[in-house]
C-alpha cells in the first residue's frame, strides 16, 4: 500500500532493511526487520537482523510523506474556512 512506508534502519548498527508486515514480500528475508510487538508508548519493536538489537520505532514514522503532507494542508484549510465563518458572524 502506498500510504505506508516500510525502509527501516537500526539505530544501533546502522543496517537497513524493511519492517515486516503480512503482505507478499520480494525483499529478501535476511533484510526483514521482525515484529516483536510494541511499548506501553505505543512504539513498534522491530528486530535487526544484523546485530538482533529490538529497538523502539515511532508508529507515525511508517506514514508516507505524502500522507503527511496532505494531512497538514487539510487541517490548514479547514482552520482558514473555521476564521473566515467566524469573522462573518462578528
Known amino acids: ?14 543496517f537497513r532493511g524493511m519492517a515486516e508486515d503480512q503482505g507478499p514480500d520480494e525483499v529478501p528475508a535476511r533484510r526483514i526487520f521482525k515484529h516483536q510487538g510494541k511499548t506501553a508508548k505505543g ?5 535487526c537482523p544484523s546485530c538482533n538489537t529490538v529497538s523502539p520505532y ?8 505524502a500522507i503527511k503532507y496532505t494531512f ?8 482558514v474556512v ?8 462578528v
Open 72 to 79: 497538514f494542508v487539510i487541517v490548514v484549510l479547514s482552520l
Open 82 to 89: 473555521l476564521v473566515k465563518w467566524i469573522l462573518t458572524k
Open 43 to 47: 512504539h513498534l519493536l522491530f528486530k
Open 1 to 14: 500500500m502506498w500510504a505506508f512506508i516500510r525502509n527501516i534502519a537500526c539505530s544501533k548498527c546502522g
Open 58 to 65: 515511532s508508529p507515525f514514522r511508517f506514514i508516507h510523506p
